[in-house]
């Protein structure tokens, strides 16, 4: 077998691995969601803390819980109308929506290993083209949903939102599909792309940026449905959400940055001018606005939450954009092999 079927394989098994634990998340979500549900019909809609103090139970005994999970501190976040889950993090129970179950095990170690899955496509590509695989649309779009999984993954290991986890990982499987639609084949790069190290470094910022930035749009998400008052005990509360999107921002905002700063550059070594507006360029400076506006706005008492929240969706909007803009406008970044 060669190398390039070598990376068409192992790809296609990142795609399937990805489908099967994205559908796995799914059922774990609805699982949490319709447990709450039927709890709370079975002990009647008027008793809100016994609906809450059964639905704990059910999740520990019911196989949405852990008998041996670790008891959490205090749950932070719950809103002063909240009684049960303010009875809950007296007690130290661990949330719903952190409750580990075997359909949330399964589905984050299935999502893993479509990760490694496509880790091997990536590694074998970057050999075969001895640089970073991202030189046409088809290598880009591949790194961009394993940078996806691979945020997902490190900040789920200290956030609890797996319940949110279908978000970033279904739009790492579009990506994945919308790769496999694209050509595959290993053709010479244009001229001004000749430059291994810096495209390897600048895209690769790219990549690395837009990924945990999709863990910040899927945390603005929840927090959009979940709102100050905790609406779903089966979702992070707002507080782990907005966290969750803040810590994604703090890490990717600076690699975002630190992508531009090298794409001046390398635009004054291929075309002899530092900036020229050209769409790609364009868009990336909306986003790193969107993201820097955000950044300040959290921190504002009037826009703090669901302002905060609108402006990851909308971030991440344009990160989408930047990512397909020279599908739409003709530019010097048209490089998508297509």
Do not use: C
Not at 10 to 28: D, K, P
Not at 119 to 125: E, I, K, T
Not at 293 to 319: C, D, E, K, S, T
């Amino acid at each position: 077998m060669s190398l390039a079927s070598l990376a068409g394989l192992l790809f296609t098994l990142g795609s399937i691995l990805v489908s099967v634990g994205f559908a796995a998340h799914i059922g774990h979500a609805v699982l949490l969601a319709n447990g709450r549900r039927l709890v709370a019909a079975a002990t009647g809609s008027g008793s809100t803390a016994a609906a809450g103090a059964a639905s704990v139970g059910s999740a520990a005994a019911g196989g949405l819980g852990d008998p041996g999970a670790r008891r959490m501190p205090a749950y932070a976040g719950v809103a002063s109308g909240s009684f049960v889950a303010a009875q809950r993090a007296a007690i130290g129970v661990v949330p719903e929506s952190a409750a580990p179950s075997p359909l949330s095990r399964a589905a984050l170690l299935i999502t893993f290993a479509g990760w490694v899955a496509l880790a091997g496509a990536v590694l074998v590509r970057a050999y075969l083209v001895g640089r970073g695989p991202w030189g046409n649309l088809y290598e880009f779009s591949v790194a961009f949903a394993f940078s996806i999984i691979g945020g997902y993954l490190v900040l789920g290991r200290r956030y609890p939102i797996r319940s949110i986890g279908f978000i970033p990982v279904g739009v790492a499987l579009a990506m994945l599909l919308y790769a496999s639609s694209l050509p595959s084949d290993i053709a010479p790069l244009v001229p001004a792309l000749q430059n291994a190290p810096l495209l390897t470094i600048h895209v690769g910022m790219a990549v690395i940026s837009y990924g945990i930035f999709a863990t910040s749009f899927a945390a603005g998400i929840g927090y959009l449905v979940q709102g100050r008052d905790d609406r779903f005990s089966w979702l992070p509360s707002h507080t782990t959400l907005d966290q969750v999107a803040y810590r994604a921002v703090v890490i990717g905002f600076p690699i975002f940055a630190t992508m531009i700063i090298l794409g001046s550059w390398w635009a004054s070594i291929a075309w002899s001018r530092y900036w020229g507006w050209d769409p790609k360029e364009t868009a990336a400076l909306v986003t790193w606005l969107i993201y820097a506006i955000y950044l300040h706005a959290r921190n504002q008492r009037g826009w703090a939450g669901r302002p905060a929240a609108l402006l990851l969706v909308f971030g991440f909007a344009m990160v989408l954009v930047t990512y397909s803009g020279s599908l739409w406008f003709s530019g010097l970044h048209a490089y998508s092999g297509l």
